[in-house]
């Protein structure tokens, strides 16, 4: 079984909620906005944020039918496609990150859908917010496991993204044998249960990239995971 | 014990048989043998692939895994064939193949007992999922077959968490071959399975369904799992089995390490053979120094005896309903059309939300199982069964008690129901008998017996308890455990014979004396039809049935004055131990029955200054604030002075137009469309219940069929555009998530509908939509299809054969007006 880490996480940026709501100013009546403050904190108190994350050298870049394909160490794992192999691009190492927020957001989700259709919308939107908290919780291990090494990391980037193919799902989630140890399982169309669920990688390089977020802690979305943070330290070039 | 060979094939097939016999019986231990997968890996296994190909590719190396677990001891070694189904294993090789060659290893290592493992599919099933129960069968079945045909001598099935799919497993061990299946559930810290699974469920479930040994296995070390074989243990029929991991999984240096060492594994092991624990091994991270250790340490002991204790239980995934003896029990009776209007409309139409809000009403007010009955002549009685079955999932964690007469609508049910079921009902005709007992049993569900048969029902107390005895005489054949089956002496009407309430009583008295350990249950309202008042009738009868004996009754849980005699009953048999439920929901109480039951949410009057007095003015600005509590007295009022064609169409309508102009313009988004959409919705329930009562028909604009298209669980899209149409008046038949094409067009086909709405969200399941359509043009060509959803454009809709592309709602809305206007 893979090493599974629950993430606990008390809160999920409002804003961020109402961002997947479509919200763009319009006035809400204190009814609404009472509801949606409810349903993010009965999502909060259902969830069950947890992630596996496990970093591997890069074995090669090799190019398969005019497609970058990046191998990773010790694993059955590809990265194909242009979009990923820009993102990579000089990476020494790679994260592999699963998350999901568990069964239990799916079976709420799913008692809404025939009692609560507005309650669904909602708490599927505070769903969404809370399941890239738990990526960004995933994220600052990879972070911290760069940092151990002298290394810097770039931004996560998911199968579905650009030319990077879904099809790449199956295999990292057996690299990180999810199903086992997040009960992450998966539809024959590549559909990930619990929905609320997030894989990506991410790269680690010599240098530090530009445009991460992570030139100052005040920018970097891993910054409330910082296990770096804790022990004074930071990630950056210094 | 402790015999060693390394060479399976001289062993004498008469001390193979027996320690098997013996460990399936809980006179003997079994020890099955440590991890495959991470032995693999320390061999060189890289991470994400199929390890299961291993056993054609170098089956040295698996044999290597396989031969040192015999050499420590191990009576049973698992085949390397977790994940080898036809799903997994795709193209690389097929089933029959794989487990040729894993039992082949297995064998080539001297294992004394070969044991086929059976991992999850790797899908998640229906209705959370998209794997329906049946092709989870298939692909366990497809495996099972080819074991045989390898020559395992039992099942593993193991590491599930989801119980309906270690239930497809077991079944199809069952009906594919005659060895035993030993089935573990793997569970989280909190005590459940990623599914929300107790193991008091799970032993239930399982061992009912005639598992050899259930049991745990996997994700966490033999410390944690100890407490939770502890509790499974009163609830398993058959030995209990633990696989624990040797500790939490950590990663050190980027690699995955246990910690738990041999010794103190196997101390951990001793305490569980304590409570009863008598098949054990080892899982993720254990070694063959584990189970030497184990080895060491069963070799000292002898199997405790446990008797699972004499108890009623049904449960759901969740949730066991139990009763002790002497303990009585409520089964809700409301979710069946007979003699309810509005049950009737919901089945016919397909429309389940009154459904939906009688279960969860009936819950609250204190049922511990749900009665489901979809009797209606001119329904597909099994699919709607099922359809509630798993809608009723979605929203209650009570158990549930099929209820129908044709035998393959409960099968239906039952099947792939994920839990223990009652089902309701045999009779004592020989039909009944020889079509619903087997069921029972091979279901491993409770069930209920009526006391009637051919010659009708007796009229005496003993002739009932004739009828009793050869129902159960047909369950003891059948090896369904006696506490499984529920008499019901059948109430009748008092006010036709008054004689009739003592017969009944005295039925359940002879029953419960003579025929030990059967249980009894009524449905108590019949007594007083052709009575006033009935609920005192009905109230008074129940008293006096738990008196003489009655377990469980079937009422509506809903009648206060019901519940009262339940909860006080409870203090009087000593059940409510203190009295301490009673006391607790009681004291406030100053008479017995409150005119009035206090409703939920909604019904508490709001009081609100900043809204008009003018109710017309008001419900407009209710429906516009997106407020749905105050609606319904707003409505009310309305209709004082206005019709409801008035309330509709100057009130309700104009309403919701002025909510999709502030969508369009940007001015709502949509929580606020869907609020103003719930809130208007209330206000039209108000004008439809007042036009049912004054005979007017119902606004009726045309019917739309909308659903997620096959392989989609993304339903909220679907469900924002159900409000809507629904607002405007229009009939919604709303056939869910992950629909496949020949149920659309079934229904469409069926009913004439002349729109349809697909939504899909993802690109992989954008072909799903055009084959829905495709398959619509060709069966259904008057019916116009409109598609939605995120990853749709105007382009994709026209590539997939659409008529319409909907880029949100409201703009559905227009369009059904438009094609059925």
């Given at each position: 079984?893979?090493?599974?880490?629950?993430?606990?996480?008390?809160?999920?940026?409002?804003?961020?909620?109402?961002?997947?709501?479509?919200?763009?100013?319009?006035?809400?009546?204190?009814?609404?906005?009472?509801?949606?403050?409810?349903?993010?904190?009965?999502?909060?108190?259902?969830?069950?944020?947890?992630?596996?994350?496990?970093?591997?050298?890069?074995?090669?870049?090799?190019?398969?039918?005019?497609?970058?394909?990046?191998?990773?160490?010790?694993?059955?794992?590809?990265?194909?496609?242009?979009?990923?192999?820009?993102?990579?691009?000089?990476?020494?190492?790679?994260?592999?990150?699963?998350?999901?927020?568990?069964?239990?957001?799916?079976?709420?989700?799913?008692?809404?859908?025939?009692?609560?259709?507005?309650?669904?919308?909602?708490?599927?939107?505070?769903?969404?917010?809370?399941?890239?908290?738990?990526?960004?919780?995933?994220?600052?291990?990879?972070?911290?496991?760069?940092?151990?090494?002298?290394?810097?990391?770039?931004?996560?980037?998911?199968?579905?993204?650009?030319?990077?193919?879904?099809?790449?799902?199956?295999?990292?989630?057996?690299?990180?044998?999810?199903?086992?140890?997040?009960?992450?399982?998966?539809?024959?169309?590549?559909?990930?249960?619990?929905?609320?669920?997030?894989?990506?990688?991410?790269?680690?390089?010599?240098e530090p990239k530009e445009g991460t977020g992570r030139e100052a802690c005040g920018t970097c979305l891993c910054r409330d995971f910082c296990l770096l943070r804790r022990?004074?330290?930071?990630?950056?070039?210094? | 014990?402790?015999?060693?060979?390394?060479?399976?094939?001289?062993?004498?097939?008469?001390?193979?048989?027996?320690?098997?016999?013996?460990?399936?019986?809980?006179?003997?231990?079994?020890?099955?043998?440590?991890?495959?997968?991470?032995?693999?890996?320390?061999?060189?296994?890289?991470?994400?692939?199929?390890?299961?190909?291993?056993?054609?590719?170098?089956?040295?190396?698996?044999?290597?895994?396989?031969?040192?677990?015999?050499?420590?001891?191990?009576?049973?070694?698992?085949?390397?064939?977790?994940?080898?189904?036809?799903?997994?294993?795709?193209?690389?090789?097929?089933?029959?193949?794989?487990?040729?060659?894993?039992?082949?290893?297995?064998?080539?290592?001297?294992?004394?007992?070969?044991?086929?493992?059976?991992?999850?599919?790797?899908?998640?099933?229906?209705?959370?999922?998209?794997?329906?129960?049946?092709?989870?069968?298939?692909?366990?079945?497809?495996?099972?077959?080819?074991?045989?045909?390898?020559?395992?001598?039992?099942?593993?099935?193991?590491?599930?968490?989801?119980?309906?799919?270690?239930?497809?497993?077991?079944?199809?061990?069952?009906?594919?071959?005659?060895?035993?299946?030993?089935?573990?559930?793997?569970?989280?810290?909190?005590?459940?399975?990623?599914?929300?699974?107790?193991?008091?469920?799970?032993?239930?479930?399982?061992?009912?369904?005639?598992?050899?040994?259930?049991?745990?296995?996997?994700?966490?070390?033999?410390?944690?799992?100890?407490?939770?074989?502890?509790?499974?243990?009163?609830?398993?029929?058959?030995?209990?089995?633990?696989?624990?991991?040797?500790?939490?999984?950590?990663?050190?240096?980027?690699?995955?390490?246990?910690?738990?060492?041999?010794?103190?594994?196997?101390?951990?092991?001793?305490?569980?053979?304590?409570?009863?624990?008598?098949?054990?091994?080892?899982?993720?991270?254990?070694?063959?120094?584990?189970?030497?250790?184990?080895?060491?340490?069963?070799?000292?002991?002898?199997?405790?005896?446990?008797?699972?204790?004499?108890?009623?239980?049904?449960?759901?995934?969740?949730?066991?309903?139990?009763?002790?003896?002497?303990?009585?029990?409520?089964?809700?009776?409301?979710?069946?059309?007979?003699?309810?209007?509005?049950?009737?409309?919901?089945?016919?139409?397909?429309?389940?939300?009154?459904?939906?809000?009688?279960?969860?009403?009936?819950?609250?007010?204190?049922?511990?199982?749900?009665?489901?009955?979809?009797?209606?002549?001119?329904?597909?009685?099994?699919?709607?069964?099922?359809?509630?079955?798993?809608?009723?999932?979605?929203?209650?964690?009570?158990?549930?008690?099929?209820?129908?007469?044709?035998?393959?609508?409960?099968?239906?049910?039952?099947?792939?129901?994920?839990?223990?079921?009652?089902?309701?009902?045999?009779?004592?005709?020989?039909?009944?008998?020889?079509?619903?007992?087997?069921?029972?049993?091979?279901?491993?569900?409770?069930?209920?017996?009526?006391?009637?048969?051919?010659?009708?029902?007796?009229?005496?107390?003993?002739?009932?308890?004739?009828?009793?005895?050869?129902?159960?005489?047909?369950?003891?054949?059948?090896?369904?455990?006696?506490?499984?089956?529920?008499?019901?002496?059948?109430?009748?009407?008092?006010?036709?014979?008054?004689?009739?309430?003592?017969?009944?009583?005295?039925?359940?008295?002879?029953?419960?004396?003579?025929?030990?350990g059967v249980r009894t249950v009524l449905g108590v309202s019949n007594i007083s039809f052709g009575l006033p008042f009935r609920p005192l009738v009905n109230a008074t009868?129940?008293?006096?049935?738990?008196?003489?004996?009655?377990?469980?009754?079937?009422?509506?849980?809903?009648?206060?004055?019901?519940?009262?005699?339940?909860?006080?009953?409870?203090?009087?048999?000593?059940?409510?131990?203190?009295?301490?439920?009673?006391?607790?929901?009681?004291?406030?109480?100053?008479?017995?029955?409150?005119?009035?039951?206090?409703?939920?949410?909604?019904?508490?009057?709001?009081?609100?200054?900043?809204?008009?007095?003018?109710?017309?003015?008001?419900?407009?600005?209710?429906?516009?604030?997106?407020?749905?509590?105050?609606?319904?007295?707003?409505?009310?009022?309305?209709?004082?002075?206005?019709?409801?064609?008035?309330?509709?169409?100057?009130?309700?309508?104009?309403?919701?137009?002025?909510?999709?102009?502030?969508?369009?313009?940007?001015?709502?988004?949509?929580?606020?469309?869907?609020?103003?959409?719930?809130?208007?919705?209330?206000?039209?329930?108000?004008?439809?219940?007042?036009?049912?009562?004054?005979?007017?028909?119902?606004?009726?604009k045309g019917t739309v069929v909308v659903c997620t298209v096959k392989g989609d669980i993304h339903d909220i899209g679907k469900n924002i555009v159900r409000m809507l149409?629904?607002?405007?008046?229009?009939?919604?038949?709303?056939?869910?998530?992950?629909?496949?094409?020949?149920?659309?067009?079934?229904?469409?086909?069926?009913?004439?509908?002349?729109?349809?709405?697909?939504?899909?969200?993802?690109?992989?399941?954008?072909?799903?939509?055009?084959?829905?359509?495709?398959?619509?043009?060709?069966?259904?060509?008057?019916?116009?299809?409109?598609?939605?959803?995120?990853?749709?454009?105007?382009?994709?809709?026209?590539?997939?054969?659409?008529?319409?592309?909907?880029?949100?709602?409201?703009?559905?809305?227009?369009?059904?007006?438009?094609?059925?206007?």
């Amino acid at each position: 079984m893979g090493a599974a880490e629950a993430y606990d996480i008390r809160s999920v940026d409002r804003g961020e909620v109402l961002r997947y709501l479509g919200y763009a100013g319009q006035k809400l009546s204190p009814e609404l906005d009472g509801r949606i403050d409810e349903t993010v904190s009965h999502c909060l108190g259902t969830a069950r944020p947890a992630g596996c994350v496990r970093v591997f050298d890069v074995s090669g870049v090799a190019e398969k039918d005019g497609v970058p394909v990046i191998g990773l160490a010790g694993t059955a794992l590809e990265l194909r496609g242009h979009s990923i192999a820009e993102h990579l691009e000089g990476a020494l190492a790679v994260g592999v990150l699963a998350v999901t927020l568990g069964m239990g957001v799916e079976v709420e989700l799913r008692r809404l859908s025939l009692t609560d259709r507005v309650g669904q919308l909602v708490f599927d939107a505070a769903g969404s917010a809370l399941v890239e908290r738990a990526a960004d919780a995933a994220e600052a291990r990879v972070v911290a496991a760069a940092a151990e090494r002298g290394l810097f990391c770039g931004t996560r980037f998911s199968p579905g993204y650009g030319d990077f193919p879904l099809a790449t799902q199956p295999t990292l989630l057996a690299t990180l044998d999810a199903q086992r140890a997040l009960g992450i399982t998966l539809s024959p169309e590549l559909l990930m249960t619990p929905t609320k669920s997030v894989t990506a990688v991410v790269g680690l390089f010599g240098e530090p990239k530009e445009g991460t977020g992570r030139e100052a802690c005040g920018t970097c979305l891993c910054r409330d995971f910082c296990l770096l943070r804790r022990s004074g330290r930071t990630c950056g070039r210094s | 014990m402790g015999e060693k060979t390394n060479d399976g094939s001289t062993m004498s097939d008469a001390t193979h048989t027996d320690l098997l016999a013996a460990a399936l019986s809980g006179d003997a231990f079994l020890l099955f043998d440590g991890a495959m997968g991470t032995e693999l890996q320390a061999r060189g296994l890289a991470a994400g692939e199929l390890p299961e190909l291993l056993c054609l590719t170098r089956p040295e190396v698996v044999t290597e895994v396989h031969a040192a677990y015999v050499a420590a001891g191990a009576d049973v070694v698992t085949t390397n064939t977790f994940g080898a189904n036809a799903d997994k294993l795709g193209e690389a090789a097929t089933v029959e193949e794989v487990f040729s060659a894993a039992v082949a290893c297995a064998r080539a290592a001297g294992a004394r007992y070969v044991a086929a493992d059976l991992g999850p599919t790797g899908q998640l099933l229906a209705p959370m999922g998209t794997l329906a129960f049946d092709d989870a069968y298939e692909l366990f079945a497809r495996q099972v077959r080819a074991a045989v045909a390898a020559g395992a001598d039992l099942f593993v099935i193991e590491t599930m968490a989801d119980l309906a799919e270690a239930k497809a497993a077991l079944l199809a061990v069952r009906e594919n071959s005659e060895l035993p299946a030993f089935v573990t559930m793997t569970f989280q810290e909190d005590g459940r399975t990623f599914l929300g699974t107790t193991p008091e469920v799970a032993a239930l479930t399982l061992s009912s369904l005639g598992a050899a040994a259930v049991g745990i296995n996997c994700s966490l070390g033999p410390a944690e799992v100890a407490p939770l074989a502890e509790r499974m243990a009163p609830w398993a029929r058959c030995p209990l089995m633990v696989q624990a991991n040797a500790g939490l999984p950590h990663v050190v240096d980027g690699v995955t390490v246990f910690d738990i060492g041999p010794e103190e594994y196997a101390a951990a092991v001793s305490g569980m053979l304590d409570a009863g624990v008598t098949v054990v091994g080892g899982c993720c991270g254990t070694t063959p120094a584990h189970i030497a250790a184990e080895r060491a340490l069963l070799d000292g002991r002898v199997p405790v005896r446990r008797e699972p204790p004499d108890r009623f239980a049904v449960c759901g995934p969740q949730r066991v309903t139990s009763l002790a003896p002497g303990a009585v029990g409520v089964i809700g009776e409301r979710i069946n059309p007979t003699g309810k209007r509005k049950m009737k409309e919901a089945l016919r139409s397909g429309n389940h939300d009154h459904v939906i809000a009688e279960a969860i009403a009936q819950e609250r007010a204190g049922a511990q199982i749900l009665d489901v009955n979809a009797g209606l002549p001119e329904i597909d009685e099994r699919a709607v069964m099922c359809r509630l079955v798993d809608e009723l999932l979605g929203v209650t964690t009570l158990p549930l008690q099929i209820d129908a007469s044709d035998p393959a609508v409960i099968e239906a049910a039952v099947r792939s129901y994920p839990g223990k079921a009652l089902i309701n009902s045999v009779n004592g005709k020989a039909e009944s008998l020889s079509a619903v007992v087997p069921l029972a049993a091979r279901y491993g569900c409770a069930l209920v017996g009526l006391t009637l048969d051919e010659d009708g029902i007796p009229a005496t107390a003993a002739g009932r308890l004739a009828v009793a005895r050869k129902i159960v005489a047909a369950t003891d054949a059948a090896g369904i455990p006696r506490a499984d089956v529920v008499i019901d002496c059948l109430a009748m009407a008092a006010s036709t014979d008054q004689s009739a309430p003592r017969t009944i009583l005295e039925a359940i008295r002879l029953v419960k004396a003579e025929l030990s350990g059967v249980r009894t249950v009524l449905g108590v309202s019949n007594i007083s039809f052709g009575l006033p008042f009935r609920p005192l009738v009905n109230a008074t009868f129940l008293a006096a049935a738990f008196g003489a004996g009655l377990d469980l009754a079937i009422i509506n849980p809903g009648v206060r004055r019901m519940m009262d005699v339940v909860d006080s009953w409870r203090v009087l048999s000593g059940e409510d131990e203190s009295a301490r439920f009673y006391v607790e929901h009681y004291a406030e109480r100053s008479d017995a029955v409150p005119t009035a039951v206090p409703s939920e949410k909604g019904g508490q009057a709001e009081k609100d200054a900043a809204l008009p007095a003018d109710p017309v003015e008001r419900a407009r600005r209710l429906v516009l604030d997106g407020r749905g509590g105050p609606m319904a007295d707003a409505m009310r009022e309305v209709l004082l002075a206005h019709d409801a064609m008035y309330a509709i169409n100057e009130v309700l309508v104009p309403a919701l137009d002025e909510v999709g102009r502030r969508f369009e313009a940007g001015t709502f988004f949509l929580p606020q469309l869907m609020a103003s959409a719930e809130a208007a919705k209330a206000g039209f329930e108000v004008v439809r219940a007042a036009g049912e009562k004054d005979g007017a028909p119902a606004a009726d604009k045309g019917t739309v069929v909308v659903c997620t298209v096959k392989g989609d669980i993304h339903d909220i899209g679907k469900n924002i555009v159900r409000m809507l149409l629904e607002n405007y008046g229009f009939e919604v038949i709303d056939l869910g998530r992950d629909v496949a094409p020949e149920t659309v067009a079934g229904v469409v086909v069926e009913r004439h509908v002349r729109l349809a709405g697909l939504s899909a969200l993802m690109t992989s399941t954008v072909p799903a939509m055009a084959e829905t359509i495709e398959l619509l043009r060709e069966r259904a060509p008057w019916c116009k299809v409109v598609v939605g959803g995120a990853v749709l454009t105007p382009e994709y809709a026209e590539m997939v054969g659409a008529d319409f592309y909907a880029k949100d709602a409201t703009e559905t809305a227009r369009i059904a007006g438009e094609v059925l206007g």
